[in-house]
């Protein structure tokens, strides 16, 4: 199997993982298949990294960053294969070292909302808001972590390890108890699939009760996104697919013969309304939600026709 068959398999079946690393992951998936396709031929050339783009692309439908990564990677304009190749790998570098260290920036930027004693909750497992939590630590500040399960792939697993090696007191919860523990609660910080162009954010299902919880009970809602998880499909007046998974997540195929006609659910993400959401920390800064449009059309330079024809 090529890189590229590996690559988008891992991503369907959740391997890779995490709208930031579907996002690399992609993008270098090209990068290798651009550096593999043999040929002379530009047409030839093209035509294959024109499916290899659409094969990753159509692995997962809601985290934006995966078309976003695969469109950068994707602006090239060549008259000779070696050009092609060339640009191609160059953007996919840039891309890679770009979206790392934007994680990095967002650390900083969103720890200094985070201050000594905070409790912060947070929910699935996003490496963004992870960053914000493990820099807070890092710079001396007495905190302590409140990690959801995040049924059914349990990825509050992943963030319980993260922050236990870093050595940050954490409680596990279930999911249910979101509510019953957000008055100990000083700040909830999650990450982003996708933030449309009103600003409203799509994220692992459930984040939309921690903002319900959050605002009802006037604890800061933080969100945690690189400018490249900014939906430019959005700026069309298109919705934001939300990925409906297999049911053997939630329940298992015996239990489901159990009941022949029950019908089962299993949405991975919700949406979250922009005003429920007091800031979101990017690369580029602090910003409030009602700043989408900007980062869609002047930082990530989309103009509206290209992302007419992004969709495929
Ligand atoms: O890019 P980072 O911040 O790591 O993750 C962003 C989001 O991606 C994840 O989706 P999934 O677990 O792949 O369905 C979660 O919803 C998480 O909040």
């Not at 809601?62 to 191609?88: C, D, F, G, H, W």
């Not at 959801?148 to 954490?170: L, N, W």
Request: hydrophobic share 45%.
């Amino acid at each position: 199997m090529t890189i590229l068959h590996e690559t988008a398999e891992k991503i369907k079946n959740m391997e890779i993982r995490g709208a930031g690393r579907i996002a690399r992951a992609a993008a270098l998936a090209l990068k290798d298949e651009a550096k593999s396709i043999d040929t002379d031929s530009l047409d030839e050339f093209n035509a294959k990294m024109k499916a290899a783009y659409k094969l990753l692309y159509q692995t997962r439908p809601t985290a934006v960053s995966l078309p976003n990564a695969l469109r950068i990677v994707m602006r090239y304009k060549a008259s000779t294969v070696a050009e092609a190749r060339s640009q191609i790998i160059a953007n996919a570098d840039a891309f890679v070292t770009g979206s790392e260290n934007a994680v990095k920036r967002i650390g900083e930027i969103g720890a200094r909302r985070i201050k000594d004693d905070f409790t912060i909750m947070t929910h699935c497992n996003s490496s963004a808001a992870a960053q914000i939590i493990q820099t807070a630590f890092k710079s001396k500040k007495n905190i302590s972590v409140i990690a959801t399960e995040t049924r059914p792939r349990m990825q509050g697993y992943v963030t319980v390890d993260v922050m236990q090696k870093a050595g940050i007191p954490t409680t596990l919860i279930l999911d249910s108890a979101v509510r019953y523990f957000m008055k100990k609660v000083d700040a909830v910080v999650v990450g982003a699939d996708a933030i449309t162009v009103n600003g409203n954010l799509i994220n692992k299902v459930g984040t939309s009760q921690l903002a319900l919880a959050a605002h009802e009970a006037r604890v800061p809602f933080i969100v945690a996104a690189e400018t490249y998880k900014f939906s430019p499909r959005t700026l069309l007046g298109e919705l934001v697919e939300i990925e409906e998974r297999d049911p053997s997540e939630v329940l298992s195929p015996e239990m489901q013969k159990k009941w022949p006609n029950l019908k089962i659910a299993n949405p991975a993400f919700d949406i979250t309304p922009h005003s429920y959401i007091d800031l979101i920390c990017t690369e580029i800064g602090a910003i409030p939600p009602e700043m989408a449009y900007w980062v869609i059309t002047e930082k990530l330079g989309w103009e509206i026709e290209e992302a007419d024809e992004n969709i495929m």
